[in-house]
């Protein structure tokens, strides 16, 4: 194996025990910490523990959750644990599922945030003389500046194109010589359409190599779709507002899962219904607790998000652990006579077949008190040959009822015809009404 190469080794290098050792002495500082925020105190009185009863990182399972409905009880400044006059940033959350919640930055903060981020594109290979382009929007939303101080920190050089526009955002993928990109899955395939549009090869006419997707599910099928149209790698990046942004874990070059880093955070995954801890391996939901911020330390945060830790040792050298390409949000299951289903096992499917674009929309009724499932999908070139499309419709609503057991009605809809936003792709409209 070659000698990876670090960009934190000091931290990236440490072996499990050197590591746990680090987390549990940045734990106790962190619990330190929350002393002084009013909520944390009431929490830590309620349940009748203090942080000196949290004697090993085991002892983590005695501090009760935070939850997203703590943040926003408490918002905007409930939680914070430094005076306001040491807050120098404030972040929300986009707001995908209801009022948005607030995380405040001190000043070493942001350093610390910029250092995870610079940290995870180094560890794809990236250097300074690339030119990384973030196609995010900026504001509010933490993939915009996240990305951008961390590619800083690297010392790439960074394009703030921000979202939308995608003809100027292939003007500058050219003119610039981008060879860095950072979008969201969807956007990536709408990038390579309008590409194609334009007459642009990106293996020809780009110098596009790499490419970073995040901030909502995806398939390995999608993936390696995008990877196929642009001529890029594509790592996967995962990261939260709540977690300061981009940044939390991530894929290296391998590409065998996202490792966290557990000198920023401490990572359980628990049963979403009885929130006991999962044995490794199993699918539950990600708790996070925050050892190395100031200003809005988090414990044991509850993130929705469902994934598992992957077992076994990562070539790259890294010991830092792995979590398997999140599965959704908890919020995103839909329940269909009685099946659980995530979006994402549909993707999977449809995204195996050649003939289909990258847009898909699930639609839910529940007409005549049955509960029913449409998906639309685009073609990816226009087709008339009707035989053929009622082959394929065939083949595709066979697949999904052997993945989902529920059997959706399938239309092929020709490109264009599904709406698309700038910010994350909105796959499901749950149309059901409630029936008493
Ligand atoms: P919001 O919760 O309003 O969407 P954020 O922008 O903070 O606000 O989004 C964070 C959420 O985005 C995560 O909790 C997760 O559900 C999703 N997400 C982020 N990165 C990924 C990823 N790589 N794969 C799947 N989901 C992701
Ligand atoms: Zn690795």
């Known amino acids: 194996m070659a000698a990876t190469s670090f960009f934190h080794p000091q931290y990236e ?24 925020s009013p909520f944390y105190r009431k929490r830590f009185e309620d349940s009748r523990i203090s942080p000196q009863d949290i004697r ?15 943040l926003r009880e408490h918002y905007p400044f409930g939680l914070c644990t430094v005076p306001l006059s040491e807050v120098v940033r404030l972040h929300s959350s986009s707001g995908t599922t209801g009022t948005p919640t607030v995380i405040l930055h001190t000043k070493r903060d942001l350093e610390q945030w910029a250092d995870a981020v610079a940290r995870c594109l180094y560890m794809v290979g990236l250097r300074p003389g690339d030119v990384f382009q973030n196609t995010s929007g900026y504001g509010m939303f933490t993939g915009g500046l996240g990305f951008q101080y961390g590619a800083e920190r690297l010392g790439l050089l960074t394009v703030p194109a921000a979202a939308g526009n995608t003809k100027r955002q292939i ?6 010589g981008t060879t860095a990109i950072h979008a969201i899955p969807s956007y990536a395939g709408r990038l ?29 099928e999608q993936r390696r779709r995008i990877e196929e149209m642009l001529g ?32 920023y955070y401490i990572v359980e995954i628990v049963d979403p219904v009885t929130l006991e801890p999962v044995p490794d391996g199993e699918v539950g939901e990600l708790v996070l607790t925050t050892i190395n911020r100031e200003a809005m330390p988090l414990l044991r945060y509850r993130t929705r998000d469902l994934t598992r830790i992957l077992s076994g040792e990562c070539p790259c050298g890294r010991h830092h652990k792995r979590l398997d390409r999140m599965k959704g949000r908890s919020d995103d ?5 009685g099946v659980n289903i995530f979006p994402i096992q549909i993707e999977t499917i449809l995204m195996q077949f050649p003939e289909l674009g990258n847009e898909y929309l699930i639609t839910l009724t529940n007409k005549d008190a049955n509960d029913r499932m ?52 909105v796959r499901v409209k749950d149309l059901r009404k409630t029936l008493i």
Request: glycine fraction near 6%; aromatic fraction near 6%; charge should be negative.
């Open 13 to 36: 290098a440490l072996g499990r025990s050197e590591l746990e050792a680090l987390q549990m002495e940045r734990l106790r500082e962190t619990l330190r910490q929350c002393m002084n």
């Open 56 to 70: 090993s990182l085991d002892d983590i399972v005695k501090i009760p959750f935070t939850t997203k409905q703590d």
């Open 171 to 176: 003007k500058f993928i050219t003119d610039f």
């Open 192 to 220: 390579y359409e309008v590409m194609e549009e334009m007459g642009i090869d990106p293996r020809r006419d780009t110098k596009l190599k790499t490419l970073v997707i995040g901030a909502e599910p995806h398939s390995e």
């Open 232 to 263: 890029v790698k594509a790592y996967n990046s995962f990261g939260m507002s709540e977690m300061c942004g981009p940044g939390v874990a991530f894929e290296c070059l391998e590409q065998n899962g996202l490792h966290i880093w557990e000198d």
């Open 333 to 337: 299951m839909m329940i269909l006579k």
């Open 374 to 425: 449409t998906v639309e999908v685009e073609l990816r070139e226009f087709s008339d040959d009707y035989p053929k499309l009622q082959a394929l419709t065939k083949e595709i609503t066979r697949q999904l009822k052997d993945e989902i057991l529920v059997t959706p009605e399938v239309r092929l809809v020709p490109k264009g015809s599904i709406p698309t936003g700038e910010g994350k792709a």
